[in-house]
C-alpha cells in the first residue's frame, strides 16, 4: 500500500479519505472540505490504488466524490440488498429527472454554480410549483398540477435524503407552526440544499425531451 501513496503527505490524511469513500455511497466536499482538497488533489494516487487492489473506480467531479463497483462478490446479495442509488420505477426516475432539472432552473436563476461555497436553499413550494408546472407543460392539466407532483416528489424525496442529493433543512421552531402546508414536504421539513448529481448528468439534455407518465 505504501508504494501508491509514497509522495502523499501528509500520511494521516490518507486513512481518512479511504475511510471516508467506504463509509457511505457519496462523499460530498461539504461534509470536509480539507478532506475533499486533499482527495482531489491526490486523486491518481488513490485511484491507482482502488484500482490496483480491488477493482473500483475513483470518480471525482465537482464537490462529490466516489467508488464505482463494476461487479459485486458477495453472491449472496441480491440487487434490493446492494447500498446503492439505482433507480428503477418510472415514477422515481421521472421525479428525480425534475429534482435535477429544478436545480439547474435555481442555477440559472440565481446566477449561482456548483462551486458555490454556499449551496442553494430552496422550500418545498417552489419546487412543487416548478415541478407542477413542467408536468402541466408536457403532459397536461389531467397529467400534471401540484397534487401529481406531490405524489411524485413523496415517492423519490427518501431516496434522495437518503443518499443526499438533498439535505434536510429545519426551520426555526417559532416559525415551523405558521408555514403552509403545502410548503413542507409530508409535514416534516420546508427547506432543502440540493446537491449536484453524479455520473455527469444534466437536466439541461432531457429539457426537450417528453417526460413519460408515471
Sequence with gaps: MTDYFEKVSPKRRIGDALNVLAEAPFFFQRDDPELFAFLRRHRAAFARFYEAHFGWQLVVEGPMARLYKSRWVNKALTPSQHDVFDLTRKGECLGFLLVLEFYEHLLDE????????EPL?????????????????????????????RRILRAIFPTLLRFRFLIDIPPPPETRASLHPDRRCTNTTCGYSPMPPSGGRSARRTRRKRPAKA
Aim: proline residues 0%.
Design 110 to 117: 440565481r446566477n449561482a454554480s456548483i462551486d458555490d461555497a
Design 121 to 149: 436553499r430552496f422550500e418545498m413550494g417552489e419546487l412543487l410549483a416548478f415541478v407542477g408546472g413542467r408536468l402541466t407543460e408536457e403532459l397536461g392539466d389531467d397529467e400534471g398540477g401540484e397534487d401529481v407532483a
